[in-house]
């Protein structure tokens, strides 16, 4: 009985070499079901953003600054849901619920990185609205592609730098024997929480972080769609203000579906203990695919030369 109860304590004090994701904890026959609808949304979104990459690579009227960033956005779009969603359905499908303590935590830093990469985008596209609506004789010397190129570095790197710790505080905690994520994907706060440590630095890090991050690029967004407003207003040509807010409509649809589910997501983490565990982690899965699969179809439903490039590649096609 001693001898079992060391090599318990022992067992319990080894150090962790993988995880075991476990999607919905309460309701595991919901992968069944859900499997289905997340392929479908899955095989969109990849569709989509890559078509719409090899239209804008493509046609070369399309080579203009704008569409440089509905290309980075779609890039951001592609290695997200690349990293979270075949995982998941493979624990779906197959019940592969390992994952190595690297891959892990690389998926932790890509999906913390990139999530704030696609929001300083959208904060980069406002501003890009802004000039083209209160600017539009400066907008070619101001909106060029030395801009995006510089835009692209400050993006990646703010990002990059201010998020890096996220998964370096984790990965340095000390995991000693429990090693069953209840999550599809590593989320920060899901892996920290089964480490024998301290995670208070690690919970305030990311809560400072996150908010600086996304709370100075909705600010700006939302100081950009204010002065677009204020000078769509004064317009007094007939049909000039719907044509200036169709212009930066799609901009505004696409901030509209990131913030909004975002936002869900953070409120109810939040009230984690008023919402169950499973409803958290579906939301978390559809926050990295929902987005992704409506941008690119949003953008090209509303651009006429969008559409004409689509058009023109299913020409080449047959």
């Not at 998020?163 to 984790?170: A, R």
Request: charged share 10%; with cysteine; glycine share 2%.
């Amino acid at each position: 009985m001693i001898s079992l109860m060391k090599l318990s304590s022992n067992y319990s004090a080894a150090p962790v070499s993988e995880f075991l994701l476990v999607c919905f904890p309460n309701y595991q026959s919901w992968q069944h079901w859900l499997s289905l609808p997340l392929s479908l949304l899955f095989l969109l979104a990849m569709g989509a953003n890559t078509t719409l990459l090899i239209i804008i690579w493509l046609e070369a009227s399309l080579h203009e600054p704008m569409y440089y960033l509905l290309s980075l956005l779609s890039l951001l779009d592609i290695v997200l849901c690349l990293t979270v969603i075949p995982k998941v359905l493979t624990i779906f499908w197959f019940d592969l619920r390992p994952i190595s303590f690297s891959a892990c935590f690389l998926q932790m830093f890509i999906m913390n990185s990139f999530l704030t990469m696609e929001s300083c985008t959208f904060m980069v596209m406002a501003y890009d609205c802004y000039v083209a609506i209160c600017h539009p004789l400066r907008y070619p010397s101001i909106i060029t592609n030395q801009f995006v190129a510089k835009a692209s570095v400050f993006i990646v790197s703010r990002s990059v730098l201010l998020l890096s710790p996220v998964p370096i505080l984790s990965v340095r905690l000390h995991y000693c024997g429990k090693n069953v994520i209840e999550n599809c994907i590593c989320a920060n706060l899901s892996v920290s929480r089964l480490s024998c440590d301290n995670i208070t630095l690690n919970r305030i890090y990311q809560f400072v972080a996150g908010w600086i991050l996304f709370g100075s690029d909705f600010f700006l967004i939302f100081l950009s769609y204010t002065f677009i407003l204020r000078a769509v207003l004064k317009f007094k040509a007939e049909g000039a203000a719907t044509k200036a807010l169709s212009t930066c409509g799609s901009h505004f649809i696409l901030i509209l579906f990131f913030s909004t589910i975002l936002l869900v997501v953070v409120l109810t983490n939040v009230s984690r203990k008023r919402v169950p565990m499973d409803i958290l982690i579906l939301l978390n899965v559809l926050h990295h695919l929902i987005p992704p699969a409506l941008n690119p179809i949003v953008y090209g439903f509303r651009t006429k030369e969008l559409k004409q490039g689509f058009q023109k590649l299913l020409q080449r096609g047959f």
